[in-house]
């Protein structure tokens, strides 16, 4: 198979989605992910070790897994996690091998690799920064007894699970250093895709590192935002699809879309929201990409077939 070249920004279990649908569209394909998690697994080892969190770099390796067996078994091994109170209880054995590959490899991305090989990983997978961070973040009524009061929230687990209105958002250290690689996948890429994601602590992160952000406005790929399925969560409570694009101009004044990928579920008023899409220079395309039995869940197919008709050729003009 060959394809665009594509960057794909984000974190989780939204980046993972869009990483198994892009598997069916093109070959060359590098994540590039947040590596702000303080939570779990992730926080425990970041804590002891003080390495990158591990957890979203083995989701988006087992994301790109071969479509055999050999890929399959070895997906599930690294996404193994062990029961009970003890030290490893709560552990990915995968978040296990990667820190063990770390301190073997003075290079984090070269233990990142050695996975992908195990994996017969289709793409690549690369940290954001190249320090651990943390997001910190001005919520309106975190505290439900105080609606009209601002609570400064740290930490990426406590700014998803905190209710409440967003209103600003901050990275520390405040201008992390990214990967020199990361930086030249972005200006090299067909097509940049953000999203899906945990709004503010999976897909805005990205645009607050300043190597990134400086490469995602100069980069001559084309950039295409996928909306969540889900609107309204915890850190994006009252939002609608329009407000995600008006939070991403907020957070990214000079970077500019191409296209922006809605399901029909999240489209209140089409032509409103293509006014939205059209005051960051995007296009909008509504298509239908959740999962029929859990819609708030992509489905790979649906969504692989939606990226195909907005990618297209997806080479540079």
């Known amino acids: 198979m060959s394809g665009p070249v594509v960057a794909a920004l984000g974190g989780g279990h939204g980046l993972a989605a869009s990483l198994a649908a892009l598997r069916f569209v093109t070959d060359e394909i590098t994540a590039i992910v947040t590596v702000a998690d303080n939570g779990g697994s992730s926080g425990r080892l970041r804590g002891e070790f003080g390495v990158l969190p591990p957890g979203d770099l083995r989701m988006a390796l087992s994301a790109l897994c071969e479509e055999t067996e050999w890929g399959h078994t070895w997906r599930d091994v690294l996404q193994h996690r062990f029961e009970g109170t003890g030290p490893l209880g709560g ?147 009252g939002f609608s699809a329009i407000h995600h694009l008006e939070s991403f101009a907020a957070h990214a004044p000079g970077i500019r879309l191409d296209a922006v990928l809605a399901d029909p579920s999240v489209v209140e008023d089409q032509g409103e929201l293509e006014e939205a899409c059209a005051a960051l220079g995007a296009e909008l395309h509504v298509h239908r990409v959740a999962n029929s039995t859990a819609p708030t869940q992509h489905d790979r197919l649906r969504l692989a077939t939606a990226l195909q008709d907005v990618l297209g050729s997806g080479r540079r003009p």
């Not at 930490?155 to 030249?184: F, H, M, N, W």
């Open 91 to 237: 552990h990915a054995l995968g978040n296990l091998l990667i820190v063990a590959l770390w301190e073997l490899h003075e290079d984090p991305v070269a233990g990142l690799e050695l996975v992908g090989r195990l994996l017969n990983a289709r793409g690549r997978v690369l940290p954001m920064a190249s320090v651990p961070l943390d997001i910190e973040a001005d919520v309106l009524g975190a505290d439900p007894k105080a609606p009209t009061e601002v609570t400064l929230v740290r930490g990426q687990a406590q700014v998803a699970t905190t209710k409440g209105k967003v209103q600003d958002l901050r990275l520390l250290p405040d201008a992390p250093p990214a990967y020199p690689e990361s930086i030249a996948a972005i200006r090299a890429a067909d097509w940049v895709i953000l999203g899906p994601g945990s709004w503010f602590t999976s897909v805005m992160p990205h645009l607050l590192v300043p190597d990134l952000a400086d490469a995602l406005a100069v980069t001559r790929a084309r950039r295409l935002l996928v909306l969540n399925l889900e609107m309204v969560t915890n850190e994006t409570a």
